[in-house]
C-alpha cells in the first residue's frame, strides 16, 4: 500500500528527493513519516508530517537539512534531502498512522511498504 522510491546512489553533498505513492486506501488523514535502516543498525525515525502538512518533526541527524512534504491529492508523500553525508545512507522506509491519529513522538505507524535504497559515496 505504500512504495517508496527516488533513492539512488549519490556523492557526499548531493541531494534526492524520495517519494511514497499509496494505493489501496487514502492516506490524507494519517500522519506520514520516513524511517530509515542502515546495514546491522536498527530502524530509526528520520522525519514525520501531520495529515494537515501542518506539523513536521525530524531527528536531530537530518535538521535542516531534510524537508518532508506531502501532497494529499497525489496520495503522495516526498522527503527532499539535501547535502546529504555518508551515514545517511540507508533503505528509507514510509510508514502512515490510522486516520486521525496526531502527530506525536508515540505516534504509531501501522502501514509500511517497500523501501528505497540511498547509498552515500564519500
Known amino acids: 500500500q505504500l512504495q517508496a522510491s527516488g533513492g539512488g546512489l549519490v556523492q557526499a553533498g548531493a541531494s534526492l528527493t524520495l517519494s511514497c505513492a499509496a494505493s489501496?486506501?487514502?492516506?490524507?488523514?494519517?500522519?506520514m513519516g520516513w524511517f530509515r535502516q542502515a546495514p546491522g543498525k536498527e530502524r530509526e525515525f528520520v522525519a514525520a508530517?501531520?495529515?494537515?502538512?501542518?506539523?513536521?518533526s525530524y531527528a536531530d541527524s537530518v535538521k535542516g537539512r531534510f524537508t518532508i512534504s506531502r501532497d494529499n491529492a497525489k496520495n503522495t508523500l516526498y522527503l527532499r534531502m539535501n547535502d546529504l553525508k555518508p551515514e545517511d545512507a540507508a533503505v528509507y522506509y514510509c510508514?502512515?498512522?490510522?486516520?486521525?491519529?496526531?502527530?506525536?513522538?508515540?505516534?504509531?505507524?501501522?502501514?509500511w511498504g517497500q523501501g528505497t535504497l540511498v547509498t552515500v559515496s564519500s
Open positions: 508530517i501531520s495529515w494537515s502538512g501542518g506539523t513536521t
Open positions: 489501496g486506501r487514502a492516506f490524507s488523514r494519517s500522519t
Open positions: 510508514k502512515a498512522s490510522r486516520p486521525g491519529m496526531i502527530l506525536t513522538p508515540r505516534t504509531e505507524y501501522v502501514y
